[in-house]
């Protein structure tokens, strides 16, 4: 296996003609169901924000609210997210575009691509979460089978359900016995449980010890940490794998981090990743930018009114669910029908769409960018 290949496109530049072509994976689309649980966490840290709402919300009414039910969806449509992608790589880059959508548990998006552009629809492809011990993990699944694609997502969706690590070592035997799927474990050092690092990584070795025949790939992550990142390279190398670049786009901005290859077709790529265990992964410039200046934009992405939004969800309490008692899901804003939303939800909205604003003009990001900087160290952000 050749040593993990990460440079800035800044460096690559020279080297962009030797190859064909290159990759984006891991891009969600509004079919993802991303959790909002980490706000129960977030109360518990930020005390005059739970006072502020128990005020003029109720204690008992904010306690008969459970923020796990909680979640929202990314703005863009399957087609949306395919074009951003593919005009980034073919702008910027001059190169073919090799595109795979993977939602959360759901391949609702590239299939639908299969229905509107045929042969031309890149891979099906599917963010997996995967429980294991105390905490869960994100596998990403490239280029499953079309025929096969439904019977496969409700195989793993049936393990997410009811975990079983028998289960999982022939359901991951089942799954890469198609000889152009990869498996790439995503973001692997995100304790995003909440568990603690130490009994994160413990159970991350753990994982790796089960199921490290059938994966093929560690991921370099475009939205998290570089400590995060280092630790994932450290993985990589110390089993044997390649480091596969996914960018983790939920907002309009397109990946951050791909992958070039003198491949032709998403297949040929796999093969080198796979069986020859060789990649280059590439930093597009919006990544050398303050990680919290990104992350800020992207929210105001999901806040933003948007009248183009592919299933008419204008407003963002259209695009954020609430999962009731007896199983309804229902948008906040019904959840909201006869009330306003509480004062600290609207005072966040506004200041996030004055976020919104000032991103759009180079001065504007620049003072954000300057006054995100001073606020700590940005890798425990």
């Known amino acids: 296996m ?3 290949n990460i440079v800035p496109l800044r460096l690559a530049r020279a080297r962009l003609r030797l190859h064909r072509a290159a990759v984006s994976v891991h891009s969600h689309t509004l079919h993802s169901q991303e959790s909002l649980s980490f706000l129960t966490a977030l109360l518990d840290r930020t005390r005059w924000l739970a006072w502020l709402l128990r005020q ?30 593919k005009a980034q790589i073919e702008n910027q880059l001059g190169l073919k575009p090799l595109v795979a959508l993977s939602d959360h548990d759901s391949i609702e998006a590239p299939m639908s691509l299969q229905v509107l552009e045929g042969s031309a629809a890149g891979p099906v492809s599917v963010e997996w979460t995967v429980p294991f011990r105390s ?4 596998f990403g699944v490239y280029n499953l089978p079309v025929s096969h694609a439904r019977e496969a997502m409700e195989q793993m969706a049936s393990f997410t359900a009811g975990p079983d690590e028998r289960r ?13 799927l990869l498996i790439v474990f995503n973001h692997p050092a995100w304790d995003e449980k909440g568990i603690g690092r130490t009994a994160h990584e413990e159970h991350l070795r753990e994982l790796v010890a089960v199921c490290r025949p059938w994966i093929h790939g560690i991921e370099f992550n475009g939205f998290r940490p570089w400590s995060e990142n280092r630790q994932a390279i450290r993985l990589a190398e110390e089993i044997g794998l390649p480091v596969i670049g996914g960018g983790d786009r939920h907002g309009r901005e397109p990946n951050t981090v791909l992958n070039l290859t003198e491949a032709s077709c998403f297949e040929e790529w796999v093969e080198g990743a796979r069986y ?17 200046t990104r992350l800020l934009a992207s929210i105001s992405d999901i806040l933003r009114d948007d009248p183009t939004h592919a299933l008419g969800w204008r407003r963002w309490d259209q695009r954020v669910f609430y999962r009731t008692d007896d199983g309804a899901v229902l948008p906040l804003r019904e959840v909201w029908r006869w009330r306003r939303p509480p004062f600290a ?11 919104a604003v000032a991103l759009e003009h180079p001065q504007g990001r620049s003072a954000l960018r300057l006054t995100l900087s001073l606020g700590g160290n940005e890798e425990a952000a």
């Open 2 to 4: 050749e040593k993990p």
């Open 135 to 138: 905490t869960f993990f994100h």
């Open 56 to 85: 003029e919300c109720g204690a008992e009414e904010l306690a008969g609210f459970s923020f796990s039910r909680l979640y929202w969806t990314p703005p863009l449509s399957a087609r949306q997210a395919s074009s951003l992608e």
């Open 345 to 355: 939800v609207r005072a966040f909205v506004r200041l996030m769409r004055l976020a």
């Open 276 to 292: 020859r265990r060789a990649n280059q992964v590439v930093l597009m410039p919006q990544h050398e930018e303050c990680r919290r």
């Open 168 to 180: 999982l070592r022939s359901l991951l035997a089942e799954l890469t016995a198609f000889p152009h």
